[in-house]
Structures are given as structure tokens and as C-alpha cells.
T-cell receptor, first 111, second 113 residues
């Protein structure tokens, strides 16, 4: 079965340090991959997507993600984390006429 | 603001009851998705409609049903409610069906007591 996996439950990072949220995929064919963020009591907000082309995808709020076919990964990155980046992050793939999400990663940015 | 409107924001109801959740997609979007978010199950896809027609079905219980109307708004009907149905229900919309991002509403928090 196709899926994305987010292996860590929580990521703690100091403000100003680089932030990485990991995602690996098991998707047949060319994967269509997405990152979303959810702030408390809010809906999910789209950050970025990989469809085809450049392996480095730039998105909203200074986030970027690197598609790595050999490692079947699509990690989300931000060079310098802000306290306001503390939220729940979801990796997703498109398959069978729907966006299917990973379990999510809680990111805590420590001042 | 994503442009997707969900009503009501909060709903408290008793077991055995029936409720209707409403979603207005972004202007011009033809595709509507429904998701359920709970602590133990994560974010689960329920159902998708495109221009009034059902396109995909996920882990949607038989007690749940949905439809998309000619004006493209959608309703999710939940009946014979159980305590375990308590969750956050999201609607999302996209311009088309296919490999594209969807934009989420702020959700309806359903509490079954």
C-alpha cells in the first residue's frame, strides 16, 4: 500500500537553528508530495509541493523541501527556526483521488 | 484565510443524534474533500466530490453520508452518533480533481456526549 511516513513524533529545535522535519514515501510511479502545517485550533495550511522538476522546492514562510528519489525522502527544512513555527506538520501524497497524510510531527521551537 | 468556509465551528450533541456539517469551497473550486481528524486515528480521508459527483471514498462509515450541491457547497451528514465520532471534521477544496494541493477550512469540532 502507498504511504508516507513521518518517523519522529516531536522535533525540538532552538530558535535560530535549522529545522528539519522528516518524511519518507512509498509511492508507486512518480510521487506527488506535499507539506502542510496546522496551528492550534486551525485548519491545515499548504506549504509546498513536489510534482516534477527541481528536487529543491521552495514554499511559504521560508520553508523548502528536498526530494530525494534514491532515499525516497521529502524532508522539510527551514534555515532558521522561529518560535512562531511551532506547530503540527504533515507530509502528504496524492494517490487514488485523494491527499493522504502522514501522522504528523509536532515541532517545538524553544526560545 | 483559505477561502473555505465551514459551519458550524463547534457542535455538541448527544449519542444517537444526527448532525449536518456544511462546507462552502473557495470560489471557482469544483472539488471538495472531507477529512476526519482525531488523536488516535490522525487525519483520515472520508470522501471526495467533484462538480456534484462522488469521485473517491475513504474510511467513511455507513452512518455517514455526504453530497455536493449544484452551487458546489457540500454537506456531511453524520447519524446515529457515537462517542467515538467526536473529532475535528475538515473540508478542503481544489480547483479540479487530480494531483493538486487542496485548501482547508478551519474545521468543525464535533463533541458527542
Amino acid at each position: 500500500a502507498q504511504s508516507v511516513a513521518q518517523p519522529e513524533d516531536q522535533v525540538n529545535v532552538a530558535e535560530g537553528n535549522p529545522l528539519t522535519v522528516k518524511c519518507t514515501y512509498s509511492v508507486s510511479g512518480n510521487p506527488y508530495l506535499f507539506w502542510y502545517v496546522q496551528y492550534p485550533n486551525r485548519g491545515l495550511q499548504f506549504l509546498l509541493k513536489y510534482i516534477t522538476g527541481d528536487n529543491l522546492v521552495k514554499g511559504s514562510y521560508g520553508f523548502e523541501a528536498e526530494f530525494n528519489k534514491s532515499q525516497t525522502s521529502f524532508h522539510l527544512k527551514k534555515p532558521s527556526a522561529l518560535v512562531s513555527d511551532s506547530a503540527l506538520y504533515f507530509c502528504a501524497f496524492y494517490g487514488n483521488n485523494r491527499l493522504a497524510f502522514g501522522k504528523g510531527n509536532q515541532v517545538v521551537v524553544i526560545p | 484565510d483559505s477561502g473555505v468556509t465551514q459551519t458550524p465551528k463547534h457542535l455538541i450533541t448527544a449519542t444517537g443524534q444526527r448532525v449536518t456539517l456544511r462546507c462552502s469551497p473557495r470560489s471557482g473550486d469544483l472539488s471538495v474533500y472531507w477529512y476526519q481528524q482525531s488523536l488516535d486515528q490522525g487525519l483520515q480521508f472520508l470522501i471526495q466530490y467533484y462538480n456534484g459527483e462522488e469521485r473517491a471514498k475513504g474510511n467513511i462509515l455507513e452512518r455517514f453520508s455526504a453530497q455536493q450541491f449544484p452551487d458546489l457547497h457540500s454537506e456531511l451528514n453524520l447519524s446515529s452518533l457515537e462517542l467515538g465520532d467526536s473529532a475535528l471534521y475538515f473540508c478542503a477544496s481544489s480547483p479540479m480533481t487530480g494531483r493538486t494541493e487542496a485548501f482547508f477550512g478551519q474545521g468543525t469540532r464535533l463533541t458527542v456526549v
